[in-house]
């Protein structure tokens, strides 16, 4: 079955740690994107990529880092600079801008 | 910066009522997209329109794009309904897509 998968579903961070939250996609898309949600508010683009070896930054990309080696792949680190890091993180994919997005499950990341 | 509003905040309907839910924004689009999320987090598009009414199963959604207004109806709704609903809109070529907060729908059977 094609679909986009995140992992973990929950993840636990310590203050001054880095961690990565992983986004998986089998749909052959090119574009992938990286949202923020916090209770209350609309979703908010941290990062996003149209193409492999290419990606911007959206409305909050302070304190996160992306990469995108590989089509299918397009890994989220929320470095330490990153002062209020808890939220579900949302990842998308669509075949190109202006289409539909299609989201995985998320990840809730909790600071300790 | 496109301003995405969402109307009603929260919604409560009896069973096999019709609903309506609304959104408005304040500049120009090429798109506009209306999500469903469920109480674990995961979310659905549903549709994605640019002009006039699109229709799936018990959902229409249309759009007036003088008016800068789009509507989500759900006809014979269903406690199976009860979701949040996101309407996001996009300007221009390009990814980037500006959301509303959503509103919070309860069906009750």
């Known amino acids: 079955d094609g679909g986009i998968t995140q992992s973990p579903k929950y993840l636990f961070r310590k203050e001054g740690q880095n961690v990565t939250l992983s986004c998986e996609q089998n749909?052959?898309?090119?574009?992938m994107y990286w949202y923020r949600q916090d209770p209350g508010q609309g979703l908010r683009l941290i990062y996003y990529?149209?193409?492999?070896?290419?990606?911007q930054k959206g409305d909050i990309a302070e304190g996160y880092s992306v990469s995108r080696e590989k089509k299918e792949s397009f890994p989220l680190t929320v470095t330490s600079a990153q002062k209020n890091p808890t939220a579900f993180y949302l990842c998308?994919?669509?075949?190109?801008?202006?289409?539909?997005?299609?989201f995985g499950p998320g990840t809730r990341l909790l600071v300790l | 910066k496109n301003e995405v509003e969402q109307s009603p905040q929260n919604l409560t309907a009896q069973e096999g009522e019709f609903i309506t839910i609304n959104c408005s924004y304040s500049?120009?689009?090429?798109?506009l997209h209306w999500l469903q999320q469920h109480p674990g987090g995961g979310i659905v598009s549903l549709f994605m329109?640019?002009?006039g009414k699109k229709k799936h199963g018990r959902l229409i959604a249309t759009i007036n794009i003088q008016e800068k207004h789009s509507s989500l109806h759900i006809t014979a709704s269903h406690p199976r309904d009860s979701a949040v609903y996101i309407c996001?809109?996009?300007?221009?070529?390009?990814?980037?897509?500006?959301f509303g907060k959503g509103i919070t729908l309860s069906v009750r059977p």
């Open positions: 329109l640019s002009s």
């Open positions: 749909l052959n898309h090119d574009a």
């Open positions: 500049v120009g689009i090429s798109a």
């Open positions: 990529s149209q193409i492999v070896n290419d990606f």
């Open positions: 998308a994919s669509s075949i190109g801008p202006e289409e539909t997005q299609y």
């Open positions: 996001a809109v996009g300007v221009g070529a390009n990814s980037k897509l500006t």
